[in-house]
């Protein structure tokens, strides 16, 4: 069986590092980029089964790369769980309501509780 891939978007080393272990270990083939560029070059390379994507990023944010890939054929249908360390819930509301379509995760996260996410929208 094939593994999934995974695109973690995250400048976090922390939250890299911790992100990438809980998935390798779950058995999904993890990529690791920390930039919403380098986030839309690879996931248009590799076509990820799902995009972890960080809001917070140098550059292009996560929420602009999001934008992006959704005006691409090959990327539109990709899901994507946004990560935030925001703390304020009424941001949390907007976001969530903006991001509609997608997942919103936020920090800290409980590594069980987004792997149990992953598995049910891709298994």
């Known amino acids: ?17 911790v992100l990438e272990a809980a998935l390798v270990k779950a058995g999904y083939q993890v990529l690791c980029v920390a930039s919403g560029e380098e986030a839309i070059e690879k996931a248009r390379q590799i076509i990820p089964d799902l995009i972890l994507l960080d809001i917070q990023l140098p550059g292009i944010n996560g929420t602009e790369a999001a934008e992006k890939l959704q005006q691409f054929p090959e990327t539109k249908q990709i899901p994507m769980f946004y990560i935030t360390g925001l703390l304020d819930k009424a941001e949390e509301a907007d976001l969530h309501h903006s991001l509609l ?23």
Not at 2 to 17: A, G, P, Q
Not at 101 to 122: N, R, S, V
């Open 1 to 17: 069986m094939k593994k999934k891939k995974i695109l973690v978007v995250e400048d976090n080393e922390v939250s890299l590092k």
């Open 101 to 123: 379509g997608h997942y919103f995760i936020a920090k800290p996260f409980d590594p069980a509780q987004l792997l149990k996410a992953i598995k049910e929208k891709i298994g």
